[in-house]
């Protein structure tokens, strides 16, 4: 992570074009072959920390409190990713800004972003198919936690967009991690037709953010489609925050920008 850092370093002070592999070398106290050891260019050695900030997204998705649904999971983990000095410190988001906007300018850079996002949206894949899972084990014994009246009469566990997901379409963006979608560049959209949950018995009083023991988690078509839709709603507004100049907090922020894009799936028919 350190040569990573260095590298980002030097390619925000100096630029792309004008920082060499070996200079990234030099400055992290390595040799040139070290460094080729672990990278194949130089463009790839910032892509430790494109992908740092794309698995803090889905983590944050994974650890977000059962029972909310999974859009506000979503919800929550874009809070706790990209609200300043939560999930980056306040001092690094121009730093965030600078990278992305040299992925987007730079083919050889937006490919290492394209690639982390592709990676990133797998991984939410399948920690959106383990929460459906859960919740699909909560409805048999009759809480929904995915939206909706459970079959067997329990009580509905609020899923809906949170407050701040309004107006918006999908997330649209440009092509660099769509975070890319949590990074950055590269991601994906839209909304979608019906995604099931496996749905299997078996009472569980611990929410839906962990599969049901003994049971494997199936990332299916439609909620494939959901963490390309999801991924590409945090991509573009990191990407429609950093071509401007406005500030990081505010309406036009990563934050709220993300929130909008995820009002795309509010219709989401998880679980069902």
């Given at each position: 992570?350190?040569?990573?850092?260095?590298?980002?370093?030097?390619?925000?002070?100096?630029?792309?074009?004008?920082?060499?592999?070996?200079?990234?070398?030099?400055?992290?106290?390595?040799?040139?072959?070290?460094?080729?050891?672990?990278?194949?260019?130089k463009?790839?050695?910032?892509?430790?920390?494109?992908?740092?900030?794309?698995?803090?997204?889905?983590?944050?998705?994974?650890?977000?409190?059962?029972?909310?649904?999974?859009?506000?999971?979503?919800?929550?983990?874009?809070?706790?990713?990209?609200?300043?000095?939560?999930?980056?410190?306040?001092?690094?988001?121009?730093?965030?800004?600078?990278?992305?906007?040299?992925?987007?300018?730079?083919?050889?850079?937006?490919?290492?972003?394209?690639?982390?996002?592709?990676?990133?949206?797998?991984?939410?894949?399948?920690?959106?198919?383990?929460?459906?899972?859960?919740?699909?084990?909560?409805?048999?014994?009759?809480?929904?936690?995915?939206?909706g009246?459970?079959?067997?009469?329990?009580?509905?566990?609020?899923?809906?967009?949170?407050?701040?997901?309004?107006?918006?379409?999908?997330?649209?963006?440009?092509?660099?991690?769509?975070?890319?979608?949590?990074?950055?560049?590269?991601?994906?959209?839209?909304?979608s037709?019906?995604?099931r949950?496996?749905?299997?018995?078996?009472?569980?009083?611990?929410?839906?953010?962990?599969?049901?023991?003994?049971?494997?988690?199936?990332?299916?078509?439609d909620?494939?489609?959901?963490?390309?839709?999801a991924?590409?709603?945090?991509?573009?507004?990191?990407?429609?925050?950093?071509?401007?100049?406005?500030?990081?907090?505010?309406?036009?922020?990563?934050?709220e920008?993300?929130?909008?894009?995820?009002?795309?799936?509010?219709?989401?028919?998880?679980?069902?």
């Amino acid at each position: 992570m350190e040569i990573a850092r260095v590298a980002a370093g030097l390619f925000v002070r100096h630029g792309l074009r004008a920082t060499r592999a070996e200079d990234i070398a030099q400055a992290a106290g390595i040799a040139p072959r070290t460094f080729y050891r672990y990278f194949a260019t130089k463009e790839e050695a910032v892509a430790p920390l494109y992908a740092t900030g794309a698995q803090r997204w889905v983590e944050a998705v994974r650890a977000a409190p059962p029972g909310g649904g999974v859009l506000r999971a979503l919800e929550q983990g874009v809070h706790h990713t990209l609200t300043p000095g939560v999930g980056v410190s306040v001092s690094s988001w121009e730093w965030v800004r600078t990278l992305l906007r040299l992925a987007e300018a730079t083919p050889s850079l937006g490919r290492v972003w394209a690639e982390v996002c592709q990676a990133s949206e797998r991984r939410l894949g399948e920690v959106l198919a383990e929460r459906v899972t859960r919740a699909g084990s909560s409805r048999a014994g009759g809480v929904s936690e995915t939206g909706g009246v459970s079959e067997t009469g329990g009580a509905s566990g609020a899923d809906g967009a949170s407050g701040a997901s309004r107006a918006s379409g999908a997330g649209g963006g440009s092509g660099a991690s769509g975070a890319s979608g949590a990074s950055g560049a590269s991601g994906a959209d839209g909304a979608s037709g019906a995604s099931r949950a496996s749905g299997a018995g078996g009472d569980s009083g611990a929410g839906d953010n962990v599969a049901v023991a003994g049971e494997v988690p199936v990332v299916t078509p439609d909620l494939r489609f959901a963490a390309a839709v999801a991924g590409a709603a945090v991509r573009a507004a990191l990407e429609a925050w950093a071509a401007g100049d406005g500030p990081v907090e505010g309406p036009d922020g990563p934050v709220e920008l993300a929130l909008r894009n995820l009002a795309a799936l509010r219709d989401f028919p998880w679980g069902q």
